[in-house]
């Protein structure tokens, strides 16, 4: 369903010293370093999976999202989603396709959530009756009913956020790709959120790849995890066999996290990507 | 097209949550261009006319000018505020969406409070046709439409062309503005009272001259020969937006090949 194969890609970071001298310089003349973002990731996904995808902060985990939604092209390497390329297909290609951003509304902030549904429904060209019954499905799993008519400034992050699941539901996508989804959320809302995203799975045999930092989510959605550090992806395969190689390692030291923390950190060292 | 009146309903019910807000800025929308106006009569009171041209001719022009500023301004917000677009991420959004760049950054925002300005501006041309001393056809009524599509044409073609910049730069560039607000400023008069070389960058580069000055003449019985390619000079008008549409999606692009 989804091949990545030796996706790579760098950006140009301008790069200057401090002090005033050097910041007028730069207005001139600017110094780029090539920084590679991914190097050579590899990966393939079949229909129906859910996979954790982890790594620290600036590991590539959300540029490898943005080339696999199209919104970015890769310097090098071929990538096939449901048989299309993501970024030359585009618009044809993110119809089969629901993204989240975690940190990112892609509801119309000063209005009532369904006229935001509604918009999104005509820009997406859902037919009438998907669009009920999807919405009927959503509201009922994510326990929306009152919501749909606040405003989306007055919601709670946790209400705004299974309202921005639903609205990336509602043309019925294969692909479900989540950037940290439950960023933020108390306890109760990030349950919810991913009882959701189970039963999504399960029913409606959305695959979903879901980037986070909390392990908690993965520990409960993931079957399988992909690991990438600085570019590369460093470990891909089922959580269970992470957790028996990287779990009781070093059991000496506790630092008060859970076992599955525990297993990443260890994890982390023994690539040296912490 | 159905759908941007959809977008269009949200930014409106959007606006609507504000509306204190919005009378006043359409009401502030109101009188600005009408300062502006105001200059325009005393220059006339003084001086009695400008090279030939006679107040309410120039007014005329004046009246075209601005309503073609506020409708693009209305509907090309989205292009004019674009850079935020770009800071705050929303890009990305619009990106892994079905439908155009273009049609979803117009979409993106809408100016409703500029009314105020097309209101004022329509008063000007209702007033100038009235004291213009010219035999109206029906040819002539279609000419003056023309020059106002083509204005705004040419408009939103800058406004897009300045957005294509935020690719580079990220920030907005207040260079813009000059061929915004500056374009106006200068369009609002006759191009020929101004020096040679303004009037051909205003024909040539950015075509001003063919919604004003070119049409304004066979409007007022002033060409000699077929008044034709007079007349039609606002559709010439209206392909500057061609390159402009071409370098925007050059730019996006670029975009989706940096990521910046």
């Known amino acids: 369903m989804i091949t990545v194969s030796g996706i790579s890609k760098s950006f140009k970071v301008a790069r200057r010293s401090s002090g005033f001298g050097s910041a007028f310089k730069s207005l001139f003349r600017r110094e780029y370093t090539e920084v590679a973002a991914l190097s050579d990731v590899t990966f393939s996904i079949g229909p129906g999976e859910i996979v954790g995808y982890i790594g620290p902060n600036g590991a590539g985990k959300s540029t490898t999202i943005k080339v696999m939604s199209g919104i970015l092209v890769p310097d090098g390497g071929t990538c096939s989603i449901m048989g299309y390329t993501p970024w030359l297909d585009r618009v044809q290609y993110v119809r089969n396709i629901g993204v989240v951003f975690g940190q990112r509304s892609q509801l119309w902030w000063d209005v009532p959530v369904i006229d935001s549904f509604e918009l999104l429904r005509d820009i997406y060209d859902v037919t009438e009756k998907e669009y009920r019954s999807n919405l009927e499905l959503l509201t009922d799993t994510l326990d929306l009913g009152d919501l749909l008519r606040t405003p989306v400034r007055q919601l709670s992050l946790g209400q705004r956020m299974r309202c921005e699941i639903a609205a990336s539901l509602l043309h019925g996508p294969g692909i479900l790709f989540l950037d940290e989804p439950t960023i933020g959320l108390d306890a109760v809302s990030k349950i919810a ?11 409606k045999g959305v695959t ?60 982390y060292k023994e690539y040296e990507i912490s | 097209m159905r759908l941007f009146g959809k977008y269009l309903l949200i930014l409106f019910k959007s606006q609507m949550q504000y509306r204190t807000s919005f009378w006043l800025l359409t009401f502030g929308q109101f009188f600005i261009p009408f300062s502006v106006f105001a200059g325009l009569y005393m220059l006339f009171d003084r001086f009695g006319q400008i090279q030939g ?33 770009i800071v705050n991420g929303d890009f990305d959004r619009l990106l892994v969406r079905p439908r155009s760049t273009v049609l979803q950054v117009l979409g993106s925002k809408f100016e409703f409070t500029r009314f105020g300005r097309l209101l004022q501006s329509l008063i000007v041309l209702i007033w100038a046709l009235s004291k213009v001393e010219a035999d109206w056809t029906l040819m002539k009524g279609v000419t003056l439409l023309f020059m106002i599509a083509s204005g705004v044409m040419i408009f939103t073609g800058i406004f897009i062309v300045i957005a294509t910049m935020c690719f580079w730069t990220v920030q907005g560039l207040e260079i813009g503005n000059i061929l915004t607000d500056g374009g106006r400023e200068m369009a609002q008069y006759p191009l020929n009272i101004y020096h040679k070389w303004i009037t051909r960058f205003f024909t040539y580069v950015i075509p001003f001259g063919c919604v004003n000055y070119l049409p304004l003449q066979y409007i007022l019985g002033r060409t000699e020969g077929s008044g034709v390619p007079y007349m039609l000079a606002p559709l010439a008008g209206c392909l500057f937006i061609v390159p402009c549409l071409l370098l925007w999606n050059f730019g996006v692009r670029r975009y989706r090949s940096t990521g910046s």
């Open chain 1, 193 to 203: 959120v991913r009882k959701f995203i189970s039963a999504i799975n399960k029913e």
């Open chain 1, 208 to 267: 979903v790849i879901l980037t986070t930092h909390d392990m908690s989510d993965i520990e409960a959605l993931a079957q399988r995890i992909l690991l990438i550090g600085k570019g590369k992806l460093l470990y891909d395969g089922d959580l269970a066999a992470m957790r028996a190689k990287y779990g009781a390692a070093e059991g000496g030291e506790t630092g008060g996290g859970s076992a599955i923390e525990e297993a990443l950190v260890n994890m």
């Open chain 2, 53 to 85: 041209w006679e107040f309410f001719e120039v007014a005329l022009v004046f009246g075209v000018i601005h309503m073609a500023f506020a409708v693009s301004e209305c509907l090309a917000r989205g292009f004019d505020m674009f850079s935020t677009l």
